[in-house]
């Protein structure tokens, strides 16, 4: 089992910054990938980026050269650093780690990111 908690949610106005953090703990395998995903109100759950754990990334259109998503091995975390913040970046973010090579796919309970106009 796997245990993830993000933190680092919270209000910011557009074009400021924010970043959030996820720890994970318990028995973690390896390859796997870890990610964020978001969901605003009356929306579907969207990926906004994911790391594997040799780092490589992926980045949804919408956030390309906005976001960075960064993981550190040695001490189970990731993060994402969120600019230049829009109002539509308003949503809960949750964290998730998944394995490539078995079963298991786990998630957070995720953070509130609000972006104010």
């Known amino acids: 089992q796997v245990q993830l908690v993000e933190s680092g949610g919270g209000l910011v106005q557009a074009g400021g910054s924010l970043r959030l953090s996820c720890a994970a703990s318990g028995t973690i395998f390896s390859p796997n990938a870890m990610g964020w995903y978001r969901q605003a109100p009356g929306k579907q759950r969207e990926l906004v980026a994911t790391i594997t754990s040799g780092g490589s990334t992926n980045y949804a259109d919408s956030v390309k050269g906005r976001f960075t998503i960064s993981r550190d091995n040695a001490k189970n975390m990731l993060y994402l650093q969120m600019n230049s913040l829009k109002p539509e970046d308003t949503a809960v973010y949750c964290c998730?780690?998944?394995?490539?090579?078995?079963?298991?796919?786990?998630w957070g309970q995720g953070t509130q990111v609000t972006v104010s106009s």
């Open positions: 998730r780690i998944y394995y490539i090579l078995r079963r298991g796919d786990y």
